[in-house]
């Protein structure tokens, strides 16, 4: 194996190992936006209902 093979091998495992990190912290991010959309929906709807309790009452 000469040089240039040994290069063009290191810079394909780099590339690889750049996509398995972009992967992870773009599913982590996506995972903490729908865990914030999801909880601020569940807040708003416990609000309404909260507040429409109130004016019944």
Known sequence: MNQNEF???????LDGA???RAKKY???LTSKNVHRQ???????Q????????????
């Open 7 to 13: 290069d063009m091998i290191i810079d394909r495992f």
């Open 18 to 20: 750049a996509r398995v």
């Open 26 to 28: 773009e599913s982590n």
């Open 38 to 44: 999801l909880s601020s929906r569940i807040i708003s």
């Open 46 to 57: 416990m609000w309404n209902k909260e507040n429409t309790d109130c004016n019944a009452a």
